[in-house]
């Protein structure tokens, strides 16, 4: 069946195979070893995305990382998990994994330099961190507290020699992400230790301006804070709620 309508994106990724994998579908689970032995030509392909605003195929670019969320989401201990930390949530059940889009939207406001730490307290796969560590110089950490998907996320580190990025493994409430300059919050926890990771943050901007960029319900708290101004979005029309915020 041939395809009547094909994305910019669709196109590019197309051409990326052709040179870097052939004879690959784009869907092909081995395609992102054989991307990762051309990483050149793949941070072109990422950048020229980022810099061209395609319309980011979040399936399509996932597969190419590397990424298998359902794969590892099934084998992942969740029951250890809930036990360990009873009051915390995991987002195992029809989370809906920020795009790609929204975090280059994000990302072009921001204009993150070398001195800046992007933190996502709460990381998941990485996807934001991940993106970020190709199309920016800034450092970028995430803090995760399901063990699987932090390897699959320096699984994707590794293969693609980002050594801008780095991922930990465990409960934010157990770490000092005061170097930060920059926080992405999605939906990242349970309410209780919300309002803790809030006030940490509140207290390192006592001592340095930060930016908080956040995504989905985080903006209903955040927007209450004396402390923050909202520097960009807002947008009622916007399903993903994508905000951004400076300390004040």
Known sequence: MIKLFQSKFDRAVDDLCKKVAPGMKI?????????????????????????????INDKVLDNLFGVNVEEIENKADFKGLQDKYPTEEFWQTGIRWVSYNIVRRALKILDLKELDVLCDPGSGYGRAL????????????????????????????????????????????????????????????ALPTFKIVNAKLKEIAQSKKIKIVSVGKSKNIFDKEDWLRQISGGDKNDLWKLTIYESI
């Open 27 to 55: 869907m092909d689970p081995r395609i992102s070893d054989s991307i990762a032995k051309s990483p050149k030509d793949f941070k072109d392909f990422i950048i020229n995305a980022h810099n061209l605003d395609y319309v």
């Open 130 to 189: 991940i993106y970020a560590a190709f199309v920016t110089p800034a450092k970028c950490r995430g803090i995760e507290i399901v063990p699987e998907r932090v390897r699959e996320s320096m699984v994707i580190q590794k293969k693609f020699g980002l050594s801008n990025l780095d991922f930990i493994e465990g409960n934010v409430l157990d770490y000092d992400y005061s170097d930060g300059t920059v926080f992405f919050m999605y939906n990242p926890f």
